[in-house]
Structures are given as C-alpha cells and as structure tokens.
C-alpha cells in the first residue's frame, strides 16, 4: 500500500528552528511537496524535490532522500505565524499525489 | 480576486439529500482535483479531471460523482448523502505543462455537515 508519514504534532519556540520528518512508502515517484495549512484555511504550496538533496527557499528549505524514503522541512527563525499545518504529499507513478495527515506546529513564544 | 474559488462555503444537509459543490478556475489549468479533509486523516483525493474529457476516480469515490462542465468548472455532486461524508472538501488545480513543479492550488474549501 501507499503511506505517508509525519509526526501528528511538534511545539518550538519563537526564533528557534525546527525540523518535521516525513517518510513514505508510494507505487512510484515523481517528486515529494510541502504545503502549509493554517487552521480552517486551504494549503499553499512552500517547496518540492525531485532530486536527493536540500532546497532552500528564505526561512524554510526542504531536503529528500529517495533511498530511504525521506525528506524534513526545516523551518528557521520561527516567527509566531508559523503556528500551522505542515503537510507532506508524493506524486506517485501515476501522477496523483498523495498526501500525509499533516504535522500541526505550534509556535510558542 | 481568488483564482479557484468553490461554492457554498458552508452548507448543512440531511441524510439522503442530493447535494452538489462547486469549483471555478481562472488560472487556465487543465488538471482539477476534488479532495475531504478529515481530522487525522488528511487531504484524500475523492476524483480528479486531467481536462474536459478525462475523469479518474481517486482513493475514495463511492457515493461521490463528477462532472467537468468546462476547463474552469469541475462539480461535485453526493447523490444521497450520508453523516460519515460530513468533511472539509477542498477543489484543486494544477497546470500540467508550466514549470517544474506543478503545484496544486487550493480553493478556500467547503465545510459539509450531514445531519
């Protein structure tokens, strides 16, 4: 079968860094997606890797590991409206991407 | 305004009504999605539309059906709805020939409740 996963939920401090896990087991790959969910608001893209390795994008920067099955998100200078839903999702073989339950972070200060 | 916007927001229904949701686009994407979120369970795909004449059923698609009326218009109808299909449903659009990435972009999401 196909599987995602990521922890259901982390807390970190206010300029703190943080990294939320993701591994997954999928029929395929064509490349792995962060999105970012506040609460009751609809998910807006923040990165994608296709290949092994890190992208860095301002605060947050994404890194994969297609032999093991692996990225993390990682999230630096924590600022208090990072407080969300970080969900992570595959692109399969057949083009469909399939999401994990997300990994609700709570920013404290 | 919102490129992908859905129509009711919020829409409360009892069992065995037949109930239809709504998605527009103004992005000009060929490729739509229909997904529930659930708490814990997250996004799951119920159909997607790759165009106009393509229709593929996703990882959940009993008691859903679809219609992709145009490029910018993609339904979603409950012919008889049940409580366990109260969820927030969310329509998705992505571009299948712009860029490397081919992200989804989200509506703002319909919350359904099914007495």
């Known amino acids: 079968g196909q599987n995602i996963d990521q922890p259901t939920e982390m807390t970190a401090t206010e300029g703190a860094i943080v990294q939320i896990n993701c591994t997954y087991q999928?029929?395929?790959?064509?490349?792995l997606f962060w999105y970012q969910q506040h609460a009751g608001e609809a998910p807006t893209f923040l990165s994608y890797?296709?290949?092994?390795g890190l992208e860095e994008k301002g605060r947050f920067s994404s890194f994969l590991s297609r032999s093991k099955g692996y990225s993390y998100l990682l999230l630096k200078e924590l600022q208090m409206k990072d407080s969300a839903s970080y969900l992570c999702?595959?692109?399969?073989?057949?083009?469909?991407?399939?999401f994990g339950a997300g990994t609700r972070l709570f920013v404290k200060a | 305004d919102a490129d992908v916007t859905q129509t009711p927001r919020n829409r409360i229904t009892k069992t065995g009504k037949r109930i239809m949701l709504e998605c527009s686009q103004t992005?000009?994407?060929?490729?739509m999605y229909w997904y529930r979120q659930d708490p814990g369970l997250g996004l799951r795909l119920i159909y997607y539309?790759?165009?106009?004449?393509?229709?593929n059923k996703g990882e959940i698609s009993d008691g859903y059906s679809v219609s992709r009326q145009a490029q910018a218009k993609f339904s979603l109808s409950l012919e008889s709805a049940i409580p366990n299909q109260t969820a927030l449903y969310f329509c998705?659009?992505?571009?299948?020939?712009?860029?490397?990435?081919?992200?989804?972009?989200f509506g703002p999401g319909t919350r359904l409740t099914v007495l």
């Open positions: 998705a659009t992505s571009d299948a020939l712009a860029g490397v990435y081919n992200e989804q972009f």
């Open positions: 999928t029929s395929g790959f064509n490349g």
């Open positions: 890797n296709v290949l092994d």
């Open positions: 999702a595959v692109r399969t073989g057949g083009f469909k991407t399939i």
């Open positions: 992005k000009g994407h060929d490729r």
């Open positions: 539309s790759f165009d106009v004449k393509d229709i």
